[in-house]
């Protein structure tokens, strides 16, 4: 009995012991007189397998509601932010509208006012003649 103890402690402490020799093992350590390690050794580990498990809440219940509600705040930042950029690109859009429509009115009233001035050009010429009757050549007869 001795030896086979020995052996199964052997194979025990080698990891190489089936379920059925563990219990054969446990049932000689308990029935030896020696052996005292082992004893307590098996005896701590019949008394760990007896304890009820304890529960412990998830630590995840906790976070879910928290990742819920990020995910609720992310969602709410990624509209901001995309609101924002789409009202400034809009803004600008609006602003380069409006800058070329006032350029199109300046080169309109740019045009006007070159046929304007070349019309004044013509009357140039004339400018030297100061009363009708220079441009018309009436010369007085007061005879």
Same mark, same amino acid.
């Given at each position: !009995?001795?030896?086979?103890?020995?052996?199964?402690?052997?194979?025990?402490?080698?990891? &190489?012991?089936?379920?059925?020799?563990?219990?054969?093992?446990? #049932?000689?350590?308990?029935?030896?007189?020696?052996?005292?390690?082992?004893?307590?050794?098996?005896?701590?580990? =019949?008394?760990?397998?007896?304890?009820?498990?304890?529960?412990? $809440? !998830? $630590?995840?219940?906790?976070?879910?509601?928290?990742?819920?509600?990020?995910?609720? *705040?992310?969602?709410?930042?990624?509209?901001?932010?995309?609101?924002?950029?789409?009202?400034?690109?809009? !803004?600008?859009? *609006? &602003?380069?509208? *409006?800058? &070329?429509?006032? !350029?199109?009115?300046?080169?309109?009233?740019?045009? #006007?006012?070159? =046929?304007?001035?070349?019309?004044?050009?013509?009357?140039?010429?004339?400018?030297?003649?100061?009363?009708?009757?220079?441009?018309?050549?009436?010369?007085?007869?007061?005879?």
């Amino acid at each position: !009995m001795k030896d086979r103890l020995e052996k199964l402690l052997d194979k025990y402490w080698e990891g &190489e012991t089936s379920l059925e020799e563990e219990k054969e093992l446990k #049932n000689l350590v308990s029935l030896s007189d020696g052996h005292l390690e082992e004893k307590e050794f098996f005896l701590g580990t =019949k008394a760990i397998a007896e304890q009820e498990p304890v529960l412990f $809440p !998830m $630590p995840g219940s906790r976070s879910l509601i928290f990742s819920k509600w990020m995910k609720i *705040a992310a969602v709410l930042v990624f509209f901001l932010i995309s609101t924002t950029v789409i009202y400034k690109m809009e !803004m600008q859009r *609006a &602003e380069k509208e *409006a800058y &070329e429509q006032v !350029m199109q009115e300046f080169a309109l009233i740019q045009t #006007n006012m070159r =046929k304007g001035t070349e019309s004044l050009e013509l009357m140039g010429d004339f400018k030297h003649l100061s009363t009708t009757q220079e441009i018309f050549n009436i010369k007085d007869h007061k005879e």
